[in-house]
């Protein structure tokens, strides 16, 4: 079963996409922010994807994935923005940060379950 860790400020973002991911099989790491995530991953947290929030508060989701790809373990682990931003120059700078992908809030189950199957080849 392939783990996904979802990181959103919002506790019904990541109660809403928590349920369509574990609905569709996979297992699901949770964070409250950045920080917390960030915690997790320094402790070895074993996981097959990250989605992330752009606009946190105390780290924002650019910084945040800046951050896991410095940790070798999660180098080269796919990295997907779920974020109410669709500004091109966001979506350059996430890329440049080491993103994978960028799915626009709110996004549908199938966008959501698509997008993922699509970066997790």
Known sequence: MKT??????SATILLSISGILTKAGYAIEKA???LDAI???????KVDLLITDLNMPGMNGIDFIK???????YR?????????ESQQSKKA????????????KPA????????IKLVMR
Not at 76 to 84: V, Y
Not at 93 to 104: D, L, T
């Open 39 to 45: 915690k997790k991953f320094q402790a070895g947290v």
């Open 67 to 73: 951050e896991v790809r410095k940790l070798p373990a």
């Open 32 to 34: 409250p922010s950045a």
């Open 76 to 84: 080269f682990m796919p990295i997907l923005f779920l974020t109410t």
């Open 4 to 9: 996904i860790f979802l990181v959103d400020d």
């Open 108 to 115: 549908s189950a199938d966008e959501l379950l698509n997008t």
């Open 93 to 104: 700078e996430a890329k440049a940060a080491g993103a994978s992908g960028w799915i626009v």
